[in-house]
């Protein structure tokens, strides 16, 4: 953010999940810096909801992982209308979409694991489970 403020960009490429953060709140924070700046978002966990919440909060397009340099380029220069084909469908996992969820309510409870545990109606200890349990998660 301290880069854009001094040089507002033309493009910007986001990841949803930013360490712990979300990078959704970068996306909101660019896109009020700049709303004509094209931002992108790419994620490993896509979902319509955290699509939706990306062009709601500035972004120009949505990728899901992996994305190769043609599509991020288009994607850039995506001016909102609808595709000429659609895209071909792909339905995540039941466990994609599990962990996606659980990592959107621990961004939202600012990584409270108690009151993330709480808002998915599960007990705290079993949330500390699933979270040992994540591969790729220190």
Do not use: F
């Not at 403020?5 to 924070?29: F, N, Q």
């Amino acid at each position: 953010m301290d880069l854009a403020r001094a040089e507002s960009p033309e493009y910007a490429i986001v990841d949803l999940r930013i360490r712990r953060s979300s990078g959704l709140h970068l996306v909101r924070r660019l896109h009020e810096l700049d709303p004509t700046t094209r931002i992108v978002v790419l994620t490993g966990y896509g979902s319509i909801a955290t699509a939706l919440d990306a062009v709601r909060s500035g972004a120009v397009h949505y990728l899901t992982k992996p994305a190769d340099i043609d599509e991020i380029l288009a994607a850039l220069d995506h001016d909102g209308s609808p595709a000429a084909t659609p895209p071909p469908a792909s339905i995540p996992s039941l466990d994609r979409v599990e962990w996606e969820h659980i990592d959107r309510v621990l961004v939202d409870c600012g990584g409270n694991i108690t009151q993330a545990a709480a808002l998915l109606g599960i007990h705290r200890r079993s949330l500390q489970r699933k979270l040992g349990k994540r591969p790729g998660r220190a």
